[in-house]
């Protein structure tokens, strides 16, 4: 039995909360928020005690795993302390904006030889994941062209926007960047980036890039191209289509019902499911199988550290090539 | 060069003008009509001599075939003529409604050797076809369950309803009927109908079932389920099921556009095809090929007079069913 | 908090004691089989005390209702059993097979005004259920056709289908005939049914049937096909097909992935769901949350004793069909 | 009645020469080719007059309008021609792949006011043209994103490549340049392109890039993706999506037919039309009668000189950028 000290209540905090009291392996111990009764309320409903005092939850020596769901600028010193503290960590992308920051919490991880999960859920989606599988296969033979879209049906908060300039990059193509290192196997060369501002100002108020499209150069030849939006009225848009010499896999989007609805003006189905959490239940769920089975030593942990770091160098790329409109190499 | 003349200038003869017009190994000779200014209308579009002298033209020594585009209870008669003038016929099904005047022509194509087709239209369907090979290539393995859906958008009109009741067996489910000897290369030995009158008083004046759903049992044992409509809203709706035991096979429905629209409010695509002639184009394109095919001592006529027959009496028990409510024994 | 006892350790006994067990407002009390080990596994993992003895559990007067998941033979008495201890009652279908033992059952759950819920878990399928509304909604206006497609991959075990001969009906389409009235809002007046075994005798020693067809006419007019088969080999095929005077709802069926792959041989989809417990996963949890919100006075229970006794009888009536070849009328 | 002179019979003249027969308001007049057999054949077939000699088809005063189908490198100087000659012009694209020549090209046309057609055919298919009017009709509101997939199943023989490097850009992605032009009514402003050569040395000799993905940003801010390869093997994959505020449309890829097929590997349909001719059937047809159409003065040319002069600017840009590495700035 792995027991989790969980900290962050909001957000994606009581999805994992709920799946750490589903799974028959684990159990939460501790559930840590400064906002005290965001934890009390989880702790209620899927057990575990609630705190205020992280320090409090990581000097409880039947803590195994901490799982951190705060808001980006504070994971890289909850990582550090829970490392310290000899817990293992999961840990929400990403691990930090600032590659300088990030760079310095990986030391502290090293040194402390602590276990680290970096959720990059999507690799758990078992849609995603049958491309992974049929490209290891051979299905395709080498891959030539990779063309993701992943599209938000709404923008973040103008609070949340103004934490993160850039956020269509460092808060949603890096699942993407991710997306295409772990499919490929390969890492990108290049990256050319270019941007656009499509809501008014009344629903993008600090005027972010709300509408990106990506151009990435990978070290083996092949060539990427991801497009974003924040504004996909239609629902969570989420696909993956990947070219090769012997054929093409595409992983298609998901809506709530299979009906078809025959009228006089056409054939009609469902939109799209509209929240990321309803799309990506199952991969949420099978992240948290995984790293529970990497302690449990059944098996390596399946995403790490370097995964994390990698992804956010690509973000950083793609910032700096929508700011200066050149090209940006990147090493391999 | 096959010469035709045509018999029959309304409804269905423009289509078939316009494909022998088409092809390259065939020409309009005559187009007959007792309507004389839709001959000649056809005549001035494809080609050919118009007239309203049935014997005329099957004087004529250069016509090889005749083409019946007639109402269907003409076309006993028109057949015995061009059989006894030596014409090769291509016939719109049905032969004729009266079993008896069916048999007394079969007689008579018999004692003249004419070649004889009926116009099955839908055996020559991509599509159709392609289930057809798949079965006879052992993809299902042994045919176990047949689903055919035959929807028309409208009813035809109440003079049409008037000349032919029980249409919806005779005209509409008699191409069902025909479709599943051919995909199962077997017989059906019972029958069971069951119909509705669904449409208002003002489309259906004559109180003619609209609505229909048939229950064979084949001599080899397979389930054959059929329905049929006058009011399939969303277009002319035709799809075909095959199932067996090593598989299944569809032939859905196709669309003008292969659009997809993506909104709020779901996904929307186009209604399907709305008139028989556009669903089945090409279908009327290769059955006339294949007609002159056969003339031209490429191959053997793919579908002959005991086809048009043994589909009739299928109707006709199904008629005999839907009325006295048991079911009817065919004889394999 | 809503407490239950649970008999039957096996087949479905696992699935609603795992939805019990993650139910919020409900908790697994007793676990009961005549086979204590298996009571004992299931009590391992969710919670509850396993025991042989019904009369012990039934005298707990903690115990809120009794969810009944064995054989199909013993379900009656134990309804009985638990009305009379002042038990509430989850029974999975049929209530029984012999019609005068549901009849007398039905009288005590009278007697005891026991709340009492028939397992029909295909009605809280998402996709089945979006059809009702629609139906309920006038999107299609009055419903004219039915067309139901309810398939197996594999024929039960030999000593299964040896204690329900006609399984075909009372265990599978019984179902269809559920979801028939429930969508329509309408009860049958006749019934057609035709069956064929063609399976082999290794798969189907009893050469019971695996094949079926039903011809059904509603009340209303509405016609109704449905058809069933014991060997799927794609996958457990789930379809609903309604259609109306202003268009058709179709519920498709599901699959693992959404995952096509292009090669020069076609696109390829993964095979159907293959157990009905993933292809109905989402039915079986909101059977049982509904059951409770029943429960807890929230709402009246949906689905009750006269749902599974009419769904027996439109069953024992498709039996009689298939024995004499005539239809069999059904009062409304 | 429109009659054309068709100069050159090879590759895509056979079938605009089948499409002037069958159209009611056009004739062949004069098949002109330096091989003069093929222009026999082709006379042979469709009607008309062949000719090796193009001065004496341009003297011909019966001609309206002159068809050009002969390599790009060649076109120029037909034109110039033709319009000499006082004669309508159909041109396949490119104009010529030099933008001096062009700009000559276009002086003659201007000074002889002679009405000029590029076949940009994909304009006139059907679903790509219903994307056009629902983005005029406002379905999508603004554009914001647009994603086009152009994938040959094959690579040209090595001598067509060798004539003209880069076709990937002038020979292919030039369709789409014209597309999203069409689409959004807009002109793009900046480009970067990438390429690469995946196929081996037997396919590709030359070394000429065979995969290609491009970056454009649009005067009004839209971003754009084009990806070609020239090795789809599951057929020629063409696709259009285009994203705006209130929603997506699609355009999607055509399959030979209809068919399904469900086996315990999966559900397999055709692979996608192979043959552009035969994909783009409906287009070849369609471009044709609104030429005639417009010499007829029904309406104005759809397409014309400036069309195809930008579109060959376009791809000269990603030659320039695929070269140089630096995006490419357009005048709008």
Known sequence: MIEFCLVGGGFIGPLHAANIAAHPGARLRW???????????LAAKYGGRASADLDAALADPDVHA???CTPPRTHAAIIERAARAGKAVFCEKPIDLDMDRVTACGKVLDATRTPFFVAFNRRFDPSHRALFDAIRAGEIGRTEMVVLSSRDPEISPPDYVAAMPYGIFYDTMIHDF?????????????IVARTACMLDAASNPHR????????????????VHVNSSFRAVYGYDQRIEVFGEKGMLISRNRQPTTVERYGADGVRQDPLLYFFIDR?????ARELAEFIDALSGKR???IGFDDGRRALLIAEAAVASAKSGAPVTLRA
């Open 66 to 68: 901490v799982m951190i």
């Open 280 to 284: 990506y239940a199952e991969s949420y």
């Open 31 to 41: 559930i840590v928020d400064t906002n005290l009764p965001a934890a009390e309320s």
């Open 300 to 302: 390596p942990p399946p």
């Open 208 to 223: 972010d890039p709300d509408t990106a499209m990506v151009l990435l150069r990978m070290a083996g030849g092949a060539l």
């Open 178 to 190: 991710d997306m295409v290192r772990w499919l490929t196997g390969d890492e990108p060369v290049e």
